[in-house]
């Protein structure tokens, strides 16, 4: 009896060591994995990702499937534009860590009064000042609509593997200063930053709304360009 008590024991032992050692902290496997390369497309010109329909599913849905509740803060640029951000830090999914960085959609005038109550106003860059939400407004941004996912992963991808998974891009944005060089897949509304010297950066948006991207990036590039 004390015999068949100890294999059982056993056996128990080495399954949780094999799942600690093949999965992340020992999570168990995601019977519905969301990986970055699986895009679905709906023909409509929007997209999902992550579990993720862009431009409808919101922050509370992506806290719920990320299971962290991130950090808001908003951003104000030297024009003017205020922006909402969410942040979350070394996340795993579906076995993969990762950053992500969402931009939700907001109306001006909601943004506007969301600044205004916010606290602890700082400047990150020369044209960039962060607000810290206030706390009665934490609820109501969780129902804002996600618009844009920035993807960090922690792993340094290369860029065979990278075509492996996602194709040949369509086209490709160079920044000469960086080194960065952004590969576009329009009909997935993505964006690769592959980075020499530091982490990739993934860009989801609608595939309707890549052309905004797009023009961004080149702007961007453009600047670089005339800098130097």
Do not use: C
Not at 151 to 163: C, F, K, R, T
């Amino acid at each position: 009896m004390e015999k068949k008590i100890f294999l059982w024991v056993l056996s128990l032992t080495l399954v949780a060591l094999a799942l600690a050692l093949i999965l992340p902290g020992g999570r168990a496997p995601d019977p519905n994995p969301k990986l970055p390369w699986d895009i679905k497309v709906d023909g409509a010109g929007g997209s999902e990702v992550f579990g993720l329909k862009l431009g409808s599913s919101t922050l509370q849905e992506a806290r719920d499937i990320l299971r962290d509740p991130g950090k808001v803060s908003l951003f104000v640029t030297k024009a003017g534009k205020p922006e909402l951000e969410a942040y979350f830090e070394r996340i795993f999914l579906s076995g993969l860590k990762a950053d992500f960085v969402l931009v939700l959609e907001g109306n001006e005038e909601i943004l506007q009064q969301i600044h205004d109550r916010g606290s602890r106003i700082g400047r990150t860059t020369e044209i960039t000042r962060k607000v810290d939400i206030a706390s009665e407004d934490h609820l109501l941004v969780a129902t804002f609509p996600i618009k844009l996912i920035n993807y960090i992963p922690h792993a340094n991808l290369e860029a065979e593997l990278l075509s492996s998974r996602f194709g040949e891009p369509l086209q490709r944005i160079p920044e000469a200063e960086t080194g960065v060089v952004h590969w576009i897949y329009p009909e997935m509304g993505l964006s690769i930053g592959l980075n020499p010297e530091g982490k990739e950066i993934f860009q989801y948006v609608p595939p309707k709304e890549i052309d905004a991207l797009i023009d961004r990036l080149n702007e961007t590039a453009k600047k670089e360009r005339v800098i130097n």
